[in-house]
């Protein structure tokens, strides 16, 4: 097994302390996740930006055009016409 050393902030470090043992597998499932575009963190950060109240909450949901998107790359999911850059986002 590789080792390998690197410099994080306390907070972090303190974080990766409680993780323990499992450091490894949280790391492994961590990079098998894809990465968000950086389009959807924005609309939920300017939701919670936005102080929004308990309903509001409940009520949040992707917008019309995230909805869409996704109907359309399921589509092609089940059809097997999803690019690689596109499995992988």
Do not use: C, V, W
Request: proline share 8%; net charge negative.
């Amino acid at each position: 097994m590789a080792k390998i050393t690197l410099e994080i902030s306390d907070e972090l470090s303190q974080q990766l302390l409680e993780i323990g043992d499992s450091l490894p597998e949280f790391l492994a499932l961590s990079l098998q996740q894809p990465p968000l575009p950086a389009k959807i963190y924005h609309y939920i950060l300017n939701f919670l930006a936005s102080k929004p109240t308990p309903e509001e909450i409940l009520n949040f949901r992707p917008s019309l055009q995230m909805q869409e998107r996704l109907n359309a790359l399921m589509t092609r999911n089940e059809k097997g016409e999803l690019t690689a850059r596109e499995l992988l986002n």
